[in-house]
């Protein structure tokens, strides 16, 4: 492909990509996708009819949810209770609920209040990462005091037990230790069951194919898969981006372009990117996951639509049946968390599902007897570990390169939401880049 014609090219066909291109839709812009499908750490599949997820799902915030209405894609509303499994006991309740009914005292209890203040505070300080037409540096200067400590550093004078029940519940929620996440990240995180908060209570029904194929619906004709961008380079006039296509290398040419891509493939494909650009594209770490479904006989699970866990690999067991809206319960969805897949991530499959297999059975006895295969999926890099220190590089990060805007969930609160408003937020970018020219 050889064109001096087009408006936009995009540059990544993740849920960040895909925003954008839909909001530039009226332009002559174009999707180009290393991988043979889009949706890039989002995937969705099915067995006998049920479908399950296998990567990001986390959504939807006031902006995916109003998206995912105009692109017609059904949403789901998950109950207010989830479960947890705490010290060889399963547990049916809200985050809040569970904490406030454990005996922790009435010093514990006065922790726990103070944790909930401080979420429901930095929910609200965070509100223009989650809003696509807000500038990404308005916040307050409290926010930067808070990023620039550890959540373990700003609960350390809490009581053990507190802190260590917000551990269990911030690797289910983040992948990641307290020790290594912001304190701004943390307090949002949890905070996001709260009305208001980043996470909301929808998901898509159907699972999250239905909105790529929205996607693809709304962008017919515009998205390239198998197209692996190599080099992007501008002029004062346009960007090059040379892409190779299986044995084939081409040249698109257009008036602008937005990356979507993670930031290590930033670093490696962007040519002339200014240094203090780099050096925070260096400074932002990427955790891994891994994802288990697990296929059933028989159903072993009615009613939540979550179960947070404290085993030693498993962190968090989903329910696709509610997630997903299908009536069905024959997939259990289970994920481990970065440093806990660290223990079974070279292992082989049938191993790695086995490993699973026996510790969920602390949960559901006898689910062994009822599992008939599983689907294991690794991601790495999985999603961006906002350790302390995140915020000060956004302004660096989410600012266009002359012709180039940057979208990804690595600019707003990790999750869908956060890629999408991202994306819709470089779509903007790029109209004014365009205007000028």
Same mark, same amino acid.
């Given at each position: 492909m050889s064109s001096d014609q087009l408006d936009v090219a995009v540059i990544g066909g993740g849920v960040a990509g895909l925003a954008a291109a839909w909001a530039l839709r009226?332009?002559?812009?174009?999707?180009?996708?290393?991988?043979?499908?889009?949706?890039?750490?989002?995937?969705?599949?099915?067995? #006998?009819? /049920?479908?399950?997820?296998?990567?990001?799902?986390?959504?939807?915030?006031?902006?995916?949810?109003? $998206?995912?209405?105009?692109?017609?894609? /059904?949403?789901?509303k998950l109950p207010k209770k989830?479960?947890?499994?705490?010290?060889?006991?399963?547990?049916?309740?809200?985050?809040?609920?569970?904490?406030?009914?454990?005996?922790?005292g009435a010093g514990g $209890?006065?922790?726990?209040?103070?944790?909930?203040?401080?979420?429901?505070r930095v929910s609200g300080m965070i509100s223009s990462l989650v809003d696509p037409t807000a500038p990404t540096g308005l916040l307050a200067p409290s926010a930067a005091d808070l990023d620039a400590r550890s959540f373990s550093e700003?609960?350390?004078?809490?009581?053990?037990?507190?802190?260590? $029940?917000?551990?269990?519940?911030?690797?289910?929620?983040?992948?990641?230790? !307290?020790?290594?996440?912001?304190?701004?990240?943390?307090?949002?995180?949890?905070?996001?069951?709260?009305?208001?908060?980043?996470?909301?209570?929808?998901?898509?029904?159907?699972?999250? /194919?239905?909105?790529?194929?929205?996607?693809?619906?709304?962008?017919?004709?515009?998205?390239?898969t198998s197209a692996h961008a190599e080099a992007i380079k501008q002029t004062n006039e346009r960007v090059e981006i040379t892409i190779r296509n299986r044995d084939r290398t081409d040249t698109v040419i257009a008036k602008a372009c937005v990356v979507a891509v !993670?930031?290590?493939?930033?670093? /490696?494909?962007?040519?002339?990117?200014?240094?203090?650009?780099?050096?925070?594209?260096?400074?932002?770490?990427?955790?891994?996951?891994?994802?288990?479904?697990?296929?059933?006989?028989?159903?072993?699970?009615?009613? #939540?639509?979550?179960?947070?866990?404290?085993? !030693?690999?498993?962190?968090?067991?989903?329910? !696709?049946?509610?997630?997903t809206g299908s009536g069905r319960s024959r997939v259990l969805s289970s994920y481990a968390s970065d440093d806990s897949a660290r223990q079974v991530w070279d292992l082989p499959d049938d191993t790695v599902a086995d490993r699973f297999v026996t510790e969920i059975e602390q949960v559901f006895p006898g689910l062994r007897k009822v599992v008939c295969g599983a689907h294991v999926r690794?991601?790495?890099?999985?999603?961006?570990?906002?350790?302390?220190?995140?915020?000060?590089?956004?302004?660096?990060?989410?600012?266009?390169?002359?012709?180039?805007a940057f979208c990804g969930d690595y600019l707003s609160i990790p999750s869908i939401d956060g890629a999408i408003v991202t994306g819709l937020r470089a779509a903007t970018q790029i109209k004014t880049i365009i205007s000028r020219v």
């Open positions: 009226d332009r002559d812009v174009v999707v180009l996708e290393s991988a043979e499908r889009i949706g890039g750490r989002v995937r969705s599949d099915q067995w #006998e009819g /049920q479908p399950y997820h296998l990567g990001a799902q986390f959504l939807a915030g006031a902006t995916s949810a109003g $998206l995912l209405d105009t692109l017609g894609v /059904q949403r789901v989830g479960g947890f499994f705490l010290a060889g006991r399963r547990r049916t309740a809200t985050a809040t609920s569970l904490m406030r009914g454990l005996r922790v $209890l006065a922790d726990i209040a103070a944790v909930e203040r401080e979420s429901a700003a609960i350390a004078d809490r009581r053990p037990a507190v802190q260590s $029940l917000y551990g269990v519940l911030l690797r289910s929620l983040t992948g990641k230790e !307290p020790e290594t996440l912001s304190a701004l990240y943390a307090y949002a995180m949890l905070g996001s069951e709260n009305q208001g908060g980043i996470g909301g209570a929808n998901r898509a029904r159907g699972g999250m /194919q239905e909105v790529l194929t929205a996607f693809e619906r709304a962008l017919a004709g515009r998205i390239q !993670p930031t290590p493939e930033v670093r /490696q494909i962007v040519t002339g990117l200014e240094a203090r650009r780099l050096r925070a594209l260096k400074q932002v770490r990427y955790g891994r996951f891994l994802s288990v479904a697990l296929f059933l006989r028989a159903p072993v699970w009615r009613g #939540e639509w979550a179960i947070t866990c404290d085993l !030693p690999v498993v962190s968090t067991l989903l329910n !696709p049946a509610v997630l690794r991601w790495d890099p999985g999603y961006p570990a906002w350790e302390p220190g995140h915020l000060a590089l956004l302004p660096h990060l989410a600012a266009p390169a002359g012709r180039i």
